[in-house]
């Protein structure tokens, strides 16, 4: 069964740090592009970040730019979200989601999500 | 970045009836090297993750039912469940792929119960 698992959520301060992980299962992880997708309490989807299948290419949101890193590891089959200069706006769920692929190309649906995990901006 | 922009924001139908949810894109997401639409919609059930049902604008995902179909072309896409069931009731996202990251998405539109 094809399974992500998110984790690392928590309460932090504004200004702080955290590390999310989403570890990944049932699926050849390094064929696949992988991507945080967060929804705000009570709001839509936003699109954060977007790393390839080898990791050479990683791309984000504006409003995440120079804050947040996204990275995976292949042995581990996990990818990562290094979140830093947390704000209040940047309080979510935060989802990890399997790019679509169709006979080894990759096109930016999502095929895939995790349940996500809960991030709180708060002093 | 591409704005897509939902309507209606929320919409009650009756059971069995048809239901239709709008999206527009700000510019064209037809991709004219393979003709392809680069659009698909997510159902979203209250404290679940979304799921997807259609990519390509109109090609149904694995095990989705039929009475989910998605059209339209360039700007102007169109979700339509034929016959309403309960277990409908989610909010209903599209989003584009055609632009590379950061991909974007609609605001969502609540279905419900009439």
């Known amino acids: 069964e094809v399974q992500l698992v998110e984790s690392g959520g928590d309460l932090v301060q504004p200004g702080g740090s955290l590390r999310l992980s989403c570890a990944a299962s049932g699926f050849t992880f390094n064929d696949y592009a992988m991507h945080w997708v967060r929804q705000a309490p009570g709001k839509g989807l936003e699109y954060v970040s977007a790393?390839?299948?080898?990791?050479?290419?990683?791309q984000y949101a504006n409003s995440v730019k120079g804050r947040f890193t996204i990275s995976r590891d292949t042995s581990k089959n996990t990818l990562y979200l290094q979140m830093g200069s947390l704000r209040a706006d940047d309080m979510a769920v935060y989802y990890c989601a399997r790019d679509g692929c169709i006979s080894g190309s990759c096109y930016g649906w999502f095929d895939t999500w995790g349940q996500g995990t809960l991030v709180t901006v708060s002093s | 970045d591409i704005v897509m922009t939902q309507s209606p924001d929320s919409l009650a139908v009756s059971l069995g009836e048809r239901a239709t949810i709008n999206c527009k894109s700000s510019q064209s997401v037809l991709y004219s090297s393979n003709n392809k639409n680069y659009l698909a919609w997510y159902q979203q059930k209250p404290g679940q993750p979304p799921k997807l049902l259609i990519y390509w604008a109109s090609t149904r995902e694995f095990g989705v039912p039929d009475r989910f179909s998605g059209s339209g072309s360039e700007t102007d896409f169109t979700l339509t469940i034929s016959s309403l069931q309960a277990e409908d009731v989610a909010v209903y996202y599209c989003?584009?792929?055609?632009?590379?990251?950061?991909?974007?998405f609609g605001q969502g539109t609540k279905l419900e119960i009439k």
């Open positions: 989003q584009q792929y055609y632009s590379r990251p950061p991909y974007t």
């Open positions: 790393i390839s299948s080898d990791g050479g290419i990683t």
